[in-house]
């Protein structure tokens, strides 16, 4: 059963950074690809960035330059460095994984690009 957990959010003044952690179970973790995206209340779902199999990265124009994707594949972890925050980044945030992988070619998905996704964790950026 695939299993992918969350943590790192929380709120955090315009201009910090938080470190988004996902642990991920249940699926041979070095063969997908993993991805990073949130849904603000009212919003659809972004897509924010991906990892494939060989860690090459890609990014969507929101987050590029500020945030950052990486994999641990002895550990089934994924990550997301995310620095100067904006008040527009608040959202809840969620780790996805998709066997075929590809990167979305809007900026918004339907959360059925994903296979499967953890259940978020959310992040404030306020002063």
């Known amino acids: 059963q695939v299993h992918l957990v969350e943590s790192g959010g929380g709120l955090v003044q315009p201009g910090g950074s938080l470190r988004l952690s996902c642990s991920a179970s249940?699926?041979?973790?070095?063969?997908?690809?993993m991805y990073w995206a949130r849904q603000a209340p009212g919003e659809d779902l972004e897509w924010l960035s991906a990892?494939?199999?060989?860690?090459?990265?890609y990014y969507s124009d929101s987050v590029k330059g500020r945030f950052t994707i990486s994999r641990d594949n002895a550990k089934n972890a994924l990550y997301l460095q995310m620095n100067s925050l904006k008040s527009e980044d608040t959202a809840v945030y969620y780790c996805?994984?998709?066997?075929?992988?590809?990167?979305?070619?809007?900026?918004?998905?339907?959360?059925?690009?994903?296979?499967?996704w953890g259940q978020g964790t959310q992040v404030t950026v306020s002063s």
């Open positions: 990892i494939n199999t060989d860690g090459a990265t």
């Open positions: 996805a994984e998709k066997r075929r992988g590809g990167v979305p070619d809007t900026p918004t998905t339907a959360w059925l690009f994903y296979d499967y």
């Open positions: 249940g699926f041979p973790f070095n063969t997908h690809w």
